[in-house]
């Protein structure tokens, strides 16, 4: 912790997912399905994305980022104190450890939706970033690393962890961080969902010139050759559940809002399309009434990825 001085048909989704899922839903693809990255690391793919999109920016080695995010939270996975909410016995919290005050002077609102959030990976690691290079990284990296955590075994678990990283990661992950379509299935479904922008929302409409929010993730799957239910209500325990910070492109994020919404009767669907954004029909008085936002809200209960349910069928 930093210390202040203190994815056609579904047999071809078959065969491009079978090495990323191995019919778990614990194995993933490095750059956007799944939880995994490549055979080695072990990196979440939206992890991933932040690391290098942060590195690029502070001008700080992704692979660092990744190692600091490794042994500080296990990418966000572990279920340690702090890690998800509240603070361990140190006072830290959130993916990257930090001390509130060490936050509050260093933290940034990486995703930019008004918030700087310890807790939100695309907030911690890019002040993770900015935190160790304010110390110091890239060119005085060890004194910037003993800084972040004042043990020199921590510096070098992080600079081991580092080198493998470095070794066993794919080359790139897209433009400016952001998550490419891990492979040609996921690419359609997104590119369809993308291609309705600026489309009016309509209760009920089933396309092409209007959508309500399930019939526009429904036919994005269709473009891909794949099927799943028409309505939220029948989309949401369809998927396979995953926990919500593990949400990948692909992936289905359900809300409490809408008509007939419940608490385990979710009335709002939109499609993941990069950590922290969703392509989604919202409201026939929004504009655009469909259009890319953020899925990180008070009313998110969860999140879904079809495509395993589809790969088990």
């Not at 194995?27 to 799944?34: I, R």
Request: aromatic share 8%; glycine share 12%; hydrophobic share 40%.
């Amino acid at each position: 912790m930093p210390v202040v001085a203190g994815l056609v048909a579904l047999v071809v989704l078959a065969v491009v997912l079978i090495g990323a899922v191995s019919g778990s839903s614990s194995t993933h693809n490095e750059c956007g399905l799944g939880t995994d990255g490549p055979p080695g690391t072990g990196i979440p793919a939206n992890y991933l994305a932040l690391y290098r999109k942060a590195g690029a920016q502070y001008r700080i080695p992704w692979e660092i980022l990744a190692a600091i995010g490794a042994a500080e939270s296990d990418h966000g996975r572990s279920h340690a104190p702090g890690v998800r909410s509240g603070e361990n016995h140190a006072g830290a919290g959130g993916p990257m450890q930090f001390l509130a005050a060490t936050w509050a002077a260093f933290g940034v609102d990486g995703n930019h939706d008004g918030k700087k959030d310890r807790y939100d990976p695309a907030d911690a690691i890019p002040a993770a970033a900015r935190y160790l290079q304010h110390n110091g990284a890239p060119q005085k990296m060890r004194i910037a690393l003993f800084a972040y955590n004042h043990s020199n075994a921590y510096v070098r678990d992080v600079l081991n962890r580092a080198r493998h990283y470095k070794a066993t990661a794919p080359t790139d992950c897209g433009d400016s961080g952001a998550i490419t379509a891990p492979n040609e299935t996921i690419a359609k479904i997104i590119a369809f969902a993308m291609a309705q922008r600026g489309k009016p929302y309509v209760f009920g409409a089933t396309g092409p010139n209007a959508w309500d929010c399930s019939s526009l993730v429904q036919a994005a799957y269709r473009a891909a050759g794949l099927t799943i239910p028409r309505t939220t209500f029948a989309q949401w325990p369809f998927g396979v559940r995953v926990p919500n910070h593990q949400a990948q492109p692909g992936d289905l994020v359900f809300f409490n809002s809408g008509p007939g919404t419940s608490t385990n009767r979710p009335g709002h669907v939109g499609l993941v399309i990069a950590p922290g954004k969703m392509v989604a029909a919202r409201c026939s008085t929004c504009r655009p009434a469909i259009g890319v936002e953020t899925y990180r809200r008070q009313d998110w209960i969860g999140t879904t990825r079809p495509l395993l349910a589809l790969l088990r069928s």
